[in-house]
């Protein structure tokens, strides 16, 4: 109980980011997400893949089999619309946007050790910056309605990657459950796409 307090207190002081009781006993803090980010959140070998395409991007959570990346508060409601105009609309994808009433375990502090599994920082947030400095988001509009300058990584980017690492690792992940097929060569099938290899 004592660390779960510790827990919810550095993130209070040290990042001024809301934080809502463990649901439960055993239960670790939580986040509350769209106030002052937002969360997208994909298979952990999804993540991986996007963090080695060098995609700028904010802070990055592990926690289980699953990867958090940080966003600009607000830019959960921009997903589905920008999936769609990318062209990801009709497709299946493992990738959740977290906006406004929402939480997220809180991973230990940087420097932190915790139970096993505990959620953790792959990239942590820095005290003391702007959210906005560091979390992708979209261009905004400055007070004369003209085109402000994008502050943080670029969301549409990002985005676009981490569904095209789902994509790819949901259509490896089926390739390895059935096994490679007889014969020279195969066909993935999917709403989106037809991938041949030999």
Same mark, same amino acid.
Request: aromatic share 6%.
């Given at each position: 109980?004592?660390?779960?307090?510790?827990?919810?207190?550095?993130? +209070?002081?040290?990042?001024?980011?809301? #934080? =809502?009781?463990? @649901? $439960?006993?055993?239960? /670790?803090?939580? &986040?509350?997400? %769209?106030?002052?980010?937002?969360?997208?959140?994909?298979?952990?070998?999804?993540?991986?893949?996007?963090?080695?395409?060098?995609?700028?991007?904010?802070?990055?959570?592990?926690?289980?089999?699953?990867?958090?990346?940080?966003?600009?508060?607000?830019?959960?409601?921009?997903?589905?619309?920008?999936?769609?105009?990318?062209?990801? +609309?009709?497709?299946?994808?493992?990738? #959740? =946007?977290?906006? @406004? $009433?929402?939480?997220? /375990?809180?991973? &230990?502090?940087? %420097?932190?050790?915790?139970?096993?599994?505990?959620?953790?920082?792959?990239?942590?947030?820095?005290?003391?910056?702007?959210?906005?400095?560091?979390?992708?988001?979209?261009?905004?509009?400055?007070?004369?309605?003209?085109?402000?300058?994008?502050?943080?990584?670029?969301?549409?980017?990002?985005?676009?990657?981490?569904?095209?690492?789902?994509?790819?690792?949901?259509?490896?992940?089926?390739?390895?459950?059935?096994?490679?097929?007889?014969?020279?060569?195969?066909?993935?099938?999917?709403?989106?796409?037809?991938?041949?290899?030999?």
């Amino acid at each position: 109980m004592a660390a779960r307090a510790a827990v919810a207190r550095w993130y +209070g002081t040290r990042l001024g980011w809301p #934080v =809502a009781g463990p @649901a $439960g006993p055993g239960e /670790p803090v939580r &986040l509350l997400t %769209g106030i002052g980010f937002d969360v997208l959140e994909l298979p952990a070998d999804a993540g991986a893949a996007v963090l080695r395409r060098g995609v700028r991007t904010g802070p990055v959570a592990l926690h289980g089999d699953r990867m958090r990346l940080l966003v600009a508060a607000g830019s959960a409601d921009e997903v589905p619309g920008l999936l769609s105009w990318l062209e990801w +609309g009709g497709v299946t994808l493992d990738l #959740v =946007a977290v906006g @406004a $009433g929402g939480r997220m /375990p809180a991973p &230990l502090p940087p %420097g932190w050790t915790g139970p096993r599994g505990a959620a953790v920082w792959l990239r942590p947030p820095a005290p003391g910056r702007e959210p906005e400095s560091e979390l992708p988001g979209l261009p905004g509009t400055g007070a004369d309605g003209h085109p402000g300058r994008v502050r943080g990584p670029d969301l549409v980017r990002l985005l676009d990657t981490a569904a095209t690492e789902c994509h790819r690792a949901r259509l490896l992940r089926t390739n390895t459950r059935t096994g490679p097929p007889t014969g020279t060569g195969y066909v993935y099938e999917c709403a989106a796409c037809e991938y041949a290899a030999d």
